[in-house]
């Protein structure tokens, strides 16, 4: 494990053995080039992410999980963000390249938090349940490539005043306190854009949007959850109780706070941030 987390996580730089293998299929199967931090906390407790990943593979890679991905997305509320101009990207120091960058990582933050919150929503849903279920096969939907992204910086390695602009975007519309969304270090090359959304961004919390936003995702994607759920594999009866909760408490703790919260988020800011 590494400080590169604020909760205890394996990165996926350095993770070896089955767990590197785990996290390449991850990112195969659900076609983008990271491994959520749901997924990189699953990793520390042995035998933990073989199981969920295993159990809800099969509905990622038949399309189920995006399919449903794309109608929850596509039913977000908008904050009503402003759109940022390109001049004042510009003089926040946000070059044509890094608007580029900075839309990579929106589009698939956007992406994953859909599919993670609607599969492992499912997941919570089918953990324990032994029944057997059909399984659907849906057409699978292609998704147009996502770009690489840049390295995830250390939470440790941001210098303190960044840190904290880190640490209060994450606060905004609700926090538990324990996790901080990787989005917010990604985007932190650029420390002048996250200046902007944090003040647009606040003004919703302030008012209120946000949190309604935030609210309205976690709801819609429970309903999208139990859709996939039907389609799962039936779970093991024999499976650890250790491993269970471990999965139970880790997976309920994100979909229920960060995932939900950062859905609504990466589409206000997808909204309010101009194509390259």
Not at 32 to 48: E, I, K, M, Y
Not at 51 to 72: D, H, I, Q, T
Not at 192 to 199: C, E, P, Q, T
Not at 234 to 252: F, Q
Request: aromatic content about 6%; some cysteine.
């Amino acid at each position: 494990m590494s400080n590169a987390d604020p909760i205890p996580a394996i990165p996926e730089i350095g993770a070896k053995g089955e767990i590197k293998d785990l996290y390449q299929d991850i990112r195969d199967v659900t076609g983008v080039g990271v491994v959520n931090l749901v997924w990189r906390c699953l990793a520390t407790h042995p035998g933990a992410l073989p199981f969920a990943w295993n159990l809800v593979r099969p509905a990622y890679a038949s399309g189920l999980v995006n399919l449903e991905g794309r109608a929850f997305r596509r039913g977000l509320r908008s904050l009503g963000l402003p759109l940022i101009p390109k001049a004042v990207l510009a003089a926040a120091g946000v070059d044509s390249l890094g608007l580029r960058s900075i839309r990579a990582i929106l589009d698939s933050y956007d992406r994953t938090n859909a599919m993670n919150l609607v599969g492992l929503g499912a997941l919570l849903v089918r953990l324990g349940d032994s029944s057997s279920l059909k399984l659907l096969s849906p057409q699978p939907i292609v998704e147009p490539a996502l770009p690489p992204l840049p390295p995830l910086p250390p939470l440790d390695a941001l210098d303190p005043q960044l840190r904290y602009l880190v640490e209060i975007l994450n606060d905004l519309g609700e926090t538990d306190g324990r996790v901080i969304a990787s989005m917010y270090r990604h985007l932190a090359f650029w420390p002048g854009y996250l200046a902007l959304i944090w003040v647009q961004l606040s003004a919703a919390s302030e008012d209120g949007r946000l949190q309604a936003a935030i609210q309205a995702a976690r709801i819609s994607g429970r309903a999208h959850a139990d859709r996939v759920a039907s389609a799962l594999p039936k779970s093991d009866p024999d499976l650890d109780p250790a491993i269970e909760r471990h999965i139970r408490e880790t997976v309920t703790l994100f979909t229920e706070h960060p995932i939900s919260k950062m859905c609504a988020i990466c589409r206000a800011l997808a909204e309010a941030t101009p194509a390259p």
